[in-house]
């Protein structure tokens, strides 16, 4: 038989991991930076600035991955936009990112269309994340969408003082 707390903790009472899951001592310094070897140290400067560890895992993946969006989307041409390919989608795996979000403590959300327009939601636990960012020709009635920006502005009202 399980021995129980004598005192249960109030409903309401934050739940806290132990110190030693998610410790972050980093101070001002954005860590852990990427290994980028083809990168120069300005291009990496660039993927860390205003990047600080966060204690929800979730979090922490959403907000380098909107870093990595971002990166990427600086590359594109006008009449292109970020899409994704993604191991487990239905067809040819494929989806134009609309949207990305978390909902700590684990799970990471993808929220865009199917190469057939239909609107699809990935909802991926933190740690199996795979995703190959490509280029997709955005609809000649509208402009090119640019998601990183957005996901910018997320990061930035979550970012810790």
Not at 104 to 117: H, R, Y
Not at 134 to 141: A, L, M, N, T
Request: hydrophobic share 35%.
């Amino acid at each position: 038989m399980r021995k129980t707390d004598p005192k249960p903790a109030a409903p309401d009472a934050p739940v806290v991991a132990p110190a030693t899951l998610f410790q972050s001592d980093c101070g001002d310094t954005p860590c852990p930076e990427p290994v980028l070897p083809t990168a120069t140290p300005e291009q990496q400067a660039a993927l860390t600035d205003g990047v600080r560890m966060r204690e929800n895992p979730a979090e922490w993946a959403f907000v380098r991955l909107s870093k990595l969006i971002e990166d990427f989307e600086k590359g594109l041409d006008k009449d292109e936009e970020v899409g994704a390919r993604i191991v487990g989608l239905p067809g040819d795996g494929t989806m134009s990112i609309e949207d990305v979000g978390f909902w700590g403590p684990d799970l990471i959300m993808f929220l865009g269309k199917n190469a057939d327009g239909k609107p699809v939601r990935l909802i991926q636990h933190y740690a199996q994340i795979n995703v190959l960012l490509d280029v997709r020709k955005k609809p000649e009635e509208r402009e090119a969408r640019r998601i990183g920006f957005q996901l910018s502005e997320l990061v930035e009202k979550t970012n810790p003082k």
